[in-house]
Each structure stands twice: as structure tokens, then as C-alpha cells.
């Protein structure tokens, strides 16, 4: 991969017409491809849309209408949201680009203080701060169809060190107290999240790369994570201040994907397409956008990566001053880059790159130990493998409120330069935990915490209780030196360093559950009891008792004998009625004078 800055390389690069006005919303759609040393592709889409910062966004061209009016609405300084399926496996892949972040849902936002003219320090302001945080998660869930209503204050922390604002920054405005940041490790993403983040492109799925994000090949992948970044930025974006009227509100949606594209051929040839991998063909770019680029990159200078056969030949190619990885760069604006009627855009590479020779510096590896259910210990080792220099850490833990975590059981193997520790209140606010330290150079250390499970209330059990409750991802942050370590990460602007932010795997704790079973049983039998004496007493209560004659008890035979015997005799009986008056006329006939 390369840094995050390729988009001012391409500028600097390309036409400066395209650049608009200042007072108009301006657009970018931009794709990355990075083959990595196991044989599969990173890609990173990436879709810029500014529009100048005011107090009231009525009317907005290209930027979404639904994102401004929740940073007007929260009185939000800076939003980040990332939705991600899967692990990313730095040891094997190397270091992701912008938007690496753990697994479920990740959220956090700065807001704007009560009284820019005073330092935000007011109880009322906090209590503000905590309102505006609940609605922001409201009105996320229903914006993106995810579960972020079940962000409550008992998953938030303020955190003290980390997450420092990316953009324009205020006098008083960058204080913890002003930002808040969750995770929900069981957040699955799908398709209901992938639509509607895609709507809030000005092209839509229509045209334009958002035509290749294909969500049956996207979330079928290795690695898969849309995010949003919204922050205020000047319209020199490495400028920390300028005048209000050259201030713009940036949104930046990031889907980042690791795919295998499986046409993988003499164990060392990566064969591979954009047609066979989304199985969509681009026709143009999105006819709103200022820049529509795809960028390949081939490496460092001499690396096997160089000897890439691309299909069709790019537009130009460039070198990243920071990292001097060169990138093939396609200007679908152009429309000599279309090799036909459509864009079809494959690589072969003669050979993959020998692994280790890009290795990840800093390594975090996650786990739970310990054994039963009153005890247990979270242990994080971190394994520095640069051999020269040592590595300044800064280590964030957020505990769950239900881990009864000890303090004084805090063992790690270097000396703590700063920490800040709070602890957690029982379904108020978890544990947060911040440690600075170094890693000496070529060594590993491990960080391990106990705790005491606790038996919570029946009613808090989740439906799947015994597959345990998760715990959030630790984030470990370090400055790595030399740019030639930065090959994968964002590279700050005005550092000679790069900014590194890891995020380790997410635990299972399984806590005392009770057997749900027998409350299962004992619903059971009552409402079996509760059935069988209802009948009787309802009967007894509703119908009306009737004295009739009783019936001796005969059997069939003998009934169905009567019953011949009461028919033979009635059917006499009918002829006696019938032969009696014959009988009288003729005695009548008798008696009567002859004439």
C-alpha cells in the first residue's frame, strides 16, 4: 500500500483546472490496489466531497444533505465511523491504510463547547455533551441501519491521550471532555449497511467507481470496512488555521476490502482483474467528480512489484516523495485510458514479494487467561522488531463495567511513563485504562490485568449467553520514524514521521450464567396446571346444570333390539288403525233394508 496522500500527488500531478472554486462543493473518487506478499489484493476506495463550513447547511450541492445535518443538529466538530467484518492480520498483510479499525462498529465524534469564549469545564456542559452523544447515535443507526442505538454511556469513555481531533481545532475546544468514543465488537455489517452508505455518494451505485463496490464480492472478502470522516480542514489541507471563509467541511467515505482474487497460478504469479474480481465493467467515471483515479502500486524502486504487467498502460506514473513507492496512475477523465468501450483494468506479476522483507515493526498479539468462573486475567504482548530503536507506546483498554478489574495486578515488564486509570461504575461506565511506555528495541513485552467475573441479573443476559460476552479491542499508538517503515500508513503532514494506530483482537469472556432451564420448566408446568384447572373451574362457573332422566345403562344390542321391537310395534299398531274402519262398512252394509 501507499500513504494516505496520493490524492495531493495526483493533484500536483494532473490538471489544476480541475480544481474548483473555493464557494462550490468539489468531488474525488478515488480506488488503490496493493498487492500484498500473500497473494491477495488490498483495494481502497476513497470519495472526497467538501463544501464550505458555515452555521446552517439549507442547502448543500454534492455533499450529503443527511451528514450535514447531523454535524448541525449534534454541534459536531469532527464524526468517525467505521463498520468492519473480519481481522486485519498485520503480521501477514502489513499495515492497513486510513480506515484500519476493529472488528464490529467503531465510533467516536468531538463536539463543539457550550461557550467558545469560555474553557469547557461546567458540569451542565458535560451533561450536554452526554445528551448530544445519545442522539448522534440515534440518528447514525437509522442513517446507516446499524445497531449504534445500544452505544450507551456504559460503553463510552473520554479518552485522555488518544484520538486527538484531525482537523481545525478551536481555542478551547480540544479537551477530552468534548469527545467520546465506543465500540460494539458484535456489530455485523451486511448489505442494509453498504446501500445506504452508498446513496450518500452524488453518483450513487450509478457510475463512476461506486459502480465496482458489488456487495456479494465485498463481503464475501477477507477483510471488509466502510467508514466516515468528517472534519473541518482549510482548503490547504497541511495548513492548521486560516480564515473562516477558506474553511471547508470535509466528508470522506473510505470501503476498504482484502481479497484473494483466485486465479493464483505457479504458486508465485498473482493473476488478476477488475472484472473478474466485482465482475462489473466501468463505463466512465462519475460525471460529477473532479478526479476520477485508480492507482496501482508497484512497490519500492527494484522491487519484483515493478515488473507488473498492466493491462491497459496507465495514464502516467509518479513517485510518493514520502515512502518513494511508485504508483501507476489511470485517469478515468481521460478518455484515452479506455482501452474499448469499457474500462478493463488487469495486472500480472511475474513473481510475489519474498515475505519479510516488509515486516511489520510493532506486533500486538490479545488473550484471555486464567480458567472457571470467579477469576480471570487479560494479557496483551507487544513484540517490537525494529533492532536499533526502541518504540514510544501509548496503550488504551476499555473494560466492560461486569469485569471486577484490580489495579494493583497490573504487571508489565517496563517502566509506566504516564497512565490514567478510571475505574468503572456497575452499568454506568466502563474501566479506562491509558498507558505510555517504550518497547526497547528487538524485544517484547506483556501487559496483563486480572479481574473477578460478576453474576448479573437475569433480565441482562443476552439470548446467546453461553457464547460469552465480548470485550473490546485494546488500541495501541506509536510514531514509527523512518518513512521507508510507513509504506502502509497515513503519513502526517509537517512530521518527518508516521503515525501508527493498531488495534488488537477482541476477547469472549464467558461469565456465570445461571440455568435458564429450569426457570424454562418451571414456566412450563404453571401454565400446565394453570390449563388443566382452568377447564374444570370455567366449566363449572359458565355452564347451567339441567335434571333430566337417567338413562339405564344397556347395551348396544339390546338398545338397537328395543328399538326394532318399538318400530314393529308401532308399524301394527298403524295397521290396526287402518283395518278397524274397513270392518265397520261392511257390518253397516249388513244391517240396511233390502229394498
Given at each position: 500500500m501507499c500513504c494516505g496522500r496520493w490524492t495531493e500527488c495526483a493533484a500536483s500531478s494532473g490538471d489544476s483546472s480541475s480544481v474548483q472554486h473555493l464557494l462550490a462543493d468539489s468531488f474525488r473518487e478515488e480506488l488503490l490496489i496493493t498487492p500484498l506478499d500473500t497473494e491477495h489484493l488490498h483495494l481502497q476506495f476513497k470519495f472526497t466531497i467538501t463544501t464550505p463550513r458555515r452555521a446552517?447547511?439549507?442547502?448543500?450541492?454534492?455533499?450529503?444533505?443527511?451528514?450535514?445535518?447531523?454535524?448541525?443538529?449534534?454541534?459536531?466538530e469532527e464524526l468517525h465511523l467505521v463498520l468492519t467484518q473480519g481481522l486485519y492480520r498485520h503480521r501477514q498483510w502489513g499495515y492497513a491504510a486510513e480506515a484500519w479499525a476493529p472488528t464490529g462498529a467503531q465510533v467516536y465524534a468531538w463536539f463543539s463547547p457550550d461557550d467558545t469564549s469560555t474553557p469547557f469545564s461546567s458540569a451542565a456542559s458535560q451533561h450536554s455533551v452526554d445528551q448530544r452523544w445519545k442522539g448522534l447515535t440515534n440518528s447514525l443507526a437509522g442513517l446507516f441501519c446499524a445497531t449504534l442505538n445500544d452505544v450507551t454511556n456504559a460503553k463510552s469513555i473520554s479518552p485522555v491521550w488518544q484520538f486527538r481531533p484531525q482537523g481545525l481545532t478551536r481555542a478551547g475546544s480540544v479537551n477530552n471532555s468534548l469527545v467520546r468514543y465506543s465500540t460494539l465488537p458484535r456489530e455485523n455489517v451486511c448489505t442494509e449497511n453498504l446501500t445506504p452508505w452508498k446513496k450518500l455518494l452524488p453518483c450513487g451505485e450509478q457510475s463512476g467507481l461506486a459502480r465496482l463496490l458489488n456487495a456479494i464480492k465485498l463481503l464475501s472478502s477477507h477483510y471488509f470496512s466502510l467508514a466516515l470522516n468528517v472534519r473541518p480542514v482549510c482548503n490547504n489541507d497541511n495548513r492548521k488555521s486560516c480564515a473562516v471563509e477558506e474553511q471547508l467541511l470535509q466528508a470522506t467515505f473510505t470501503a476498504t476490502a482484502v481479497i484473494?482474487?483466485?486465479?493464483?497460478q505457479d504458486f508465485n504469479k498473482l493473476h488478476w482483474s477488475l472484472k473478474d474480481i466485482f465482475e462489473v465493467e466501468?463505463?466512465?467515471?462519475?460525471?460529477?467528480a473532479d478526479q476520477s483515479l485508480i492507482y496501482v502500486d508497484q512497490g519500492l524502486p527494484g522491487s519484483p512489484m515493478q515488473e507488473m504487467a498492466l493491462q491497459p498502460f496507465p495514464s502516467f506514473t509518479m513517485a510518493l516523495p514520502e515512502n518513494n513507492h511508485r504508483l501507476a496512475v489511470y485517469d478515468l477523465a481521460n478518455s484515452t485510458t479506455f482501452n474499448g468501450p469499457k474500462f478493463t483494468l488487469s495486472g500480472k506479476s511475474p513473481s510475489t514479494v519474498q515475505p519479510g522483507l516488509h515486516e511489520p515493526l510493532l506486533t500486538t498479539h490479545r488473550f484471555v487467561a486464567g480458567y472457571g468462573q470467579h477469576k480471570g486475567a487479560i494479557k496483551c504482548r507487544l513484540e517490537n522488531h525494529d533492532p536499533t530503536s526502541a518504540l514510544r507506546v501509548q496503550y488504551?483498554?476499555?473494560?466492560?463495567?461486569?469485569?471486577r478489574v484490580y489495579l494493583h495486578t497490573l504487571r508489565l515488564s517496563v517502566p509506566i511513563l504516564r497512565s490514567h486509570f478510571r475505574p468503572a461504575r456497575d452499568r454506568i461506565a466502563p474501566h479506562h485504562i491509558e498507558l505510555l511506555f517504550d518497547i526497547p528495541s528487538a524485544s517484547s513485552i506483556e501487559f496483563a490485568v486480572e479481574f473477578d467475573l460478576t453474576l448479573l441479573k437475569w433480565t441482562e443476559y443476552p439470548p446467546d449467553a453461553h457464547r460469552g460476552f465480548d470485550v473490546p479491542p485494546a488500541v495501541v499508538a506509536v510514531m514509527l520514524k523512518s518513512p521507508e517503515q510507513c509504506s502502509h500508513v497515513t503519513m502526517m503532514p509537517g512530521f518527518d514521521s508516521c503515525f501508527l494506530r493498531l488495534y488488537t483482537e477482541a476477547l469472549l469472556v464467558n461469565l456465570p450464567t445461571p440455568d435458564f432451564s429450569m426457570p424454562y420448566n418451571v414456566i412450563c408446568m404453571t401454565c400446565t396446571v394453570l390449563a388443566l384447572a382452568f377447564g374444570p373451574i370455567h366449566a363449572y362457573t359458565s355452564k347451567s346444570l339441567v335434571v333430566g332422566e337417567k338413562e339405564s345403562a344397556q347395551r348396544p344390542l339390546v338398545k338397537l333390539k328395543n328399538k326394532v321391537k318399538a318400530l314393529i310395534a308401532k308399524w301394527k299398531a298403524r295397521r290396526t288403525r287402518v283395518a278397524v274402519p274397513d270392518s265397520t262398512s261392511s257390518a253397516e252394509q249388513d244391517s240396511s233394508p233390502t229394498s
Open positions: 446552517h447547511y439549507g442547502h448543500v450541492d454534492l455533499f450529503p444533505k443527511s451528514v450535514a445535518d447531523v454535524m448541525e443538529k449534534h454541534a459536531l484473494q482474487p483466485g486465479s493464483v466501468l463505463e466512465r467515471g462519475c460525471p460529477l488504551l483498554e476499555v473494560l466492560p463495567w461486569f469485569l
